[in-house]
Structure formats: structure tokens, C-alpha cells
């Protein structure tokens, strides 16, 4: 029989890993190069709002955030990882917004129950590794009748081809992990929510990166500012012909979505509304 205590250790270990991951490399420099205009879409899709109370779970350094505040919604930005939000208040007080940090992690948020008009994530709770727990937690903390919206990057695409080409070279997960594009599969996100929303909309988009142009320098980018392409390369650093194999994986499948001088990302934009009577509030 299992101790739970040994669980317990067993999954601080686990997001201490992953905490340890997003904080290699320069995550927040690849957001704002690459995919700047993906926590614009997400505030529009959710229909921010001046004075909502809005949570933005595994925020990063303020992709999403940033632009809910400058809608005027008051604004918590979560995330297990304290060096994305340092570099989070800096932009955020560049532009000239203010907005609350909190360390936090998304299967365990530290929040009441329906204290949010909207919850959202842009990239984010997709790497919480344990599906079903992040679901119940973003559900849990949306009011009935507010707004949950998402953008994950699909297992069929570019972002997700490429989680699949380093997975050989990876540790193999712990026990009821799940790979993170499966939150880009309209059915899997239905099946975590399940009848606890309504007005499920989900739409597949692409997502235009033109800053590649050549297959080695995305693969070098990644290499210096991905956090899990960072750790794949230092697990595999003392074995040199890996090393050699995955350099040229990525640089092929690079080459193989390189087009008319760039690249095209899919992402599933979803939204939905939490199922019960919605409290008096402002929409």
C-alpha cells in the first residue's frame, strides 16, 4: 500500500521540477518575440472587461495578464514560477498597468470558490501535469455564469510535433502525467470541464512566427530560451550522438514547416461559461 506521504513528497518534487524548467532559458523573451499577440486574442475571446475579476492561471510573465489590466479588469496573475513573474511587474509597469502576482500552483490554487468573473490561461495550465486536478481547480475558482477561456497549442501541430520529437530524449514521466498538447484537443478539455460549463465554443487557429529563417536558428533559439527544450538537452548533454539526433530532428521538422519565410502554429482557442445562476456582478 501506498504511503501518502511518499505521494505528497513525491508531487512536490514533481512541480519543483517543473518550476526549476520554466525558469531556464528566457521564456519571457520567446513570448514576447513569438507569440505576443496570442494573450491579446485571449482577452478578446474571454470579452475582458473594465471592473471584472479576472485570473490569469500559469501567467508566465503577463502575456495574458498585461492586456486584461489594460482593459481595465482587476487582475491576478498566478504562476509556480517566481522568476517569470519578476520579469512579469517589470513589463507590466512598463506598461503602465498594475496588477496582483501570486505564486501559485494551478492544481492547488490558493483562492475561493467562484471569487472570479473570468479565469483564463494562455499557454499555461496545458503544462500542469496532471489534467483532471488543473481542470477542477480553474472550474472551482470561475463563478457560475463566468467565463473560462484557453489557448493551448494542439498535438497535431507545430508546437506539438516538436514535444513529440523530444519526448525520445526525455526522462519518462511519473505515474498519471499527461503530455501537455492534449489540452489542444477540443474533446479531451471537454471531458476535464465537463457538464460543469456550458457554451462550450472551441476554434483551431494558426498562429503566423516569422522570426525563423532558417530551420537552425529556430532550433537554436529554442535551444537557449525554451525551458523544456533547455532541459531535454541538458538530460541527454553527456551523450554526444543524442545530442547530434535531436539537433537534426528539430532542424527537420523546422525545415519541413518552413514556408514563404515562416512558420504557422496551430493553437485550439476555447471558451466557456460556467454552468449555474450567475451572481449580481459586473459583465
Not at 43 to 54: L, S
Not at 177 to 183: G, K, S, T
Request: charged share 25%; aromatic share 6%; glycine share 10%.
Amino acid at each position: 500500500m501506498t504511503d501518502p506521504s511518499d505521494a505528497v513528497e513525491a508531487d512536490r518534487a514533481l512541480k519543483d521540477k517543473h518550476r526549476t524548467m520554466w525558469a531556464l532559458g528566457d521564456y519571457p523573451a520567446l513570448a514576447s518575440r513569438l507569440i505576443p499577440e496570442l494573450g491579446t486574442v485571449l482577452v478578446r475571446a474571454c470579452g475582458v472587461k473594465g471592473g471584472q475579476r479576472v485570473l490569469d492561471i500559469a501567467a508566465g510573465s503577463g502575456n495574458a495578464s498585461i492586456p486584461a489590466a489594460q482593459a481595465g479588469a482587476h487582475v491576478v496573475a498566478s504562476d509556480l514560477t517566481p522568476e517569470l513573474m519578476e520579469t512579469g511587474r517589470r513589463l507590466a509597469g512598463e506598461a503602465g498597468v498594475d496588477l496582483e502576482w501570486r505564486e501559485a500552483d494551478a492544481e492547488a490554487l490558493p483562492f475561493g470558490d467562484g471569487v472570479f468573473d473570468i479565469v483564463m490561461s494562455c499557454l499555461g495550465v496545458m503544462f500542469a501535469p496532471h489534467h483532471q486536478a488543473a481542470a477542477d481547480e480553474l472550474v472551482r475558482v470561475c463563478r457560475p455564469g463566468g467565463t473560462i477561456g484557453l489557448i493551448n497549442w494542439t498535438p497535431q501541430g507545430f508546437v506539438g510535433q516538436m514535444f513529440a520529437t523530444m519526448k525520445p530524449f526525455m526522462p519518462p514521466p511519473p505515474p498519471g502525467v499527461q503530455p501537455p498538447p492534449l489540452w489542444g484537443t477540443e474533446a479531451h478539455v471537454r471531458e476535464l470541464l465537463g457538464d460543469r460549463v456550458t457554451d462550450v465554443e472551441a476554434r483551431t487557429r494558426m498562429l503566423r512566427v516569422d522570426r525563423f529563417a532558417r530551420p537552425e536558428e529556430f532550433r537554436e533559439f529554442f535551444k537557449a530560451c525554451y525551458g523544456p527544450t533547455v532541459a531535454v538537452y541538458q538530460h541527454i548533454a553527456d551523450r554526444p550522438e543524442q545530442v547530434a539526433d535531436l539537433d537534426a530532428e528539430l532542424a527537420a521538422l523546422a525545415d519541413r514547416n518552413l514556408r514563404d519565410g515562416g512558420m504557422d502554429w496551430e493553437y485550439l482557442l476555447l471558451t466557456a461559461r460556467r454552468a449555474g445562476q450567475a451572481a449580481t456582478g459586473p459583465e
